[in-house]
């Protein structure tokens, strides 16, 4: 499987519409519920995007934008008019139609159209890549997106059996093509093994630890793999990656054993032995090393915190 595949493979959405928003100026979209990704798509018109506490970016029609929790953030059309608390400044929400205001005003541009979804992200391994994202981010849409964001804008509204699985899945499908080609773009700063991915040494070497992280790899045989010296392999992995492999190695394991201790099915000894280690104590001290916390200290935080996010109720 391809490593960027691996990664993402576990971000889905469920329920991700909010609806389709129809805004009309002066108007101002605040998000606070500390989605850890949200995918915003202007289907028509154009508005500005305002992290907490960072610099607005133009978000227009064709573009989108993903903006990274927990913090909250703002869609706006004048992002001035945040820093003026005698603005008048409204909150608009979520809503399938919503009408002009009435009354006397300025002559009213054409309305925006927002579309939104959600991604609370709780596992590791797509953390691994994402935690790299700035707070906010905008691309133009590649030409294989177009006909997908079409293809969405028609289906919203729509009733046929089984309408919200396939929006889920069209924005699954919008935001992995958003993070595709943002890191394919020269502003990006993906963390160094995603550059080293593309590398003719180091490269196969990730990619065999990825496709079995439980083989007991040896640099040796890692550089065999990609057809050049151990010292070969390790001098240009660690150039490239900040690590050795064995190092990189660990790391991964541990980032996939994190995942597998927040499910109740496996013992520590079974996600050991998943990961690579043949008993637990060895695996135990790895975890510590790296995690700061032993595998049960950690699969109890975790239990803990599904358990509160469970007893959220949604706002009112």
Excluded: N
């Amino acid at each position: 499987m391809d490593v960027f595949d691996e990664l993402l493979q576990g971000v889905r959405g469920r329920g991700a519409v909010f609806g389709r928003s129809v805004l009309w100026p002066p108007w101002s979209l605040r998000f606070t519920d500390g989605a850890y990704l949200t995918l915003c798509l202007p289907m028509r018109g154009a508005g500005w995007i305002v992290p907490e506490g960072g610099e607005p970016l133009r978000l227009s029609s064709g573009e989108a934008a993903i903006v990274r929790g927990p913090a909250p953030f703002t869609f706006t059309d004048d992002p001035a008019r945040l820093d003026d608390p005698t603005a008048g400044v409204r909150e608009v929400h979520w809503q399938d139609e919503a009408p002009p205001p009435s009354g006397p005003g300025p002559e009213l541009a054409g309305p925006t159209v927002l579309l939104a979804a959600a991604y609370d992200v709780r596992a590791e391994v797509p953390r691994r890549l994402l935690q790299a994202l700035p707070p906010a981010l905008v691309v133009p849409d590649e030409d294989d997106c177009g006909p997908l964001r079409d293809y969405l804008a028609a289906q919203i509204g729509g009733a046929r059996p089984g309408h919200q699985i396939v929006l889920d899945r069209l924005l699954d499908w919008m935001l992995v093509c958003t993070l595709r080609d943002w890191f394919d773009r020269p502003e990006a700063e993906p963390p160094r093994w995603y550059g080293a991915l593309g590398d003719p040494v180091a490269g196969p070497a990730i990619k065999a630890m990825h496709d079995d992280p439980a083989h007991p790899w040896t640099t040796a045989e890692l550089a065999a793999r990609a057809g050049v010296s151990r010292t070969t392999l390790a001098k240009r992995f660690t150039e490239l990656v900040g690590d050795g492999p064995v190092a990189y190695l660990t790391e991964w394991r541990m980032t996939l054993a994190a995942d597998l201790l927040t499910g109740p099915d496996l013992t520590v000894a079974a996600v050991a032995r998943r990961v690579g280690y043949a008993d637990a104590f060895g695996f135990s001290a790895a975890f510590k090393r790296l995690r700061g916390e032993s595998p049960t200290a950690y699969r109890r935080a975790a239990t803990a915190t599904r358990g509160e996010s469970g007893r959220k109720t949604p706002a009112g």
